[in-house]
């Protein structure tokens, strides 16, 4: 049984950063593709970012057009934990933020339907 559990949500102010932790159980991260997705009010579901642990060439790693140059996924395979650097954050990146989890690559990894494990969330305000 897969547990993720996130952390290191909060409020910033326009341009700042925040780095995402997501802690994993039940299940190495290398062996998973592991995801970062959120949702807000009023917008549709978003899959942000995500990692393949698992491939002889080290971490492989995905992210949506919004976020691309200003978030970075991370997998530390030692203390099975995946982060979300996030900076020069907007509004619109207010959100709840989810980890998840699927066994294998990330073929399909921003359909929030896709994943087969998820955290409870940790919410992002920046304004």
């Known amino acids: 049984h897969v547990q993720l559990v996130e952390s290191g949500g909060g409020s910033v102010q326009i341009g700042g950063s925040l780095r995402l932790s997501c802690a994993v159980s039940?299940?190495?991260?290398?062996?998973?593709?592991m995801g970062w997705l959120r949702q807000s009010p009023g917008k549709e579901r978003e899959g942000v970012a995500a990692?393949?642990?698992?491939?002889?060439?080290?971490?492989?790693?995905y992210y949506a057009d919004s976020v691309k140059g200003r978030f970075t996924i991370s997998l530390n395979k030692v203390n099975n934990t995946v982060y979300l650097q996030m900076d020069n954050l907007s509004p619109e990146d207010t959100a709840m933020y989810y980890c998840?989890?699927?066994?294998?690559?990330?073929?399909?990894?921003?359909?929030?339907?896709?994943?087969?494990?998820w955290g409870r969330g940790t919410q992002v305000t920046v304004s």
């Open positions: 990692a393949a642990g698992f491939g002889a060439f080290g971490t492989t790693t």
């Open positions: 998840a989890a699927r066994p294998g690559g990330c073929a399909s990894w921003p359909d929030w339907s896709w994943y087969t494990s």
């Open positions: 039940g299940s190495a991260v290398r062996s998973n593709c």
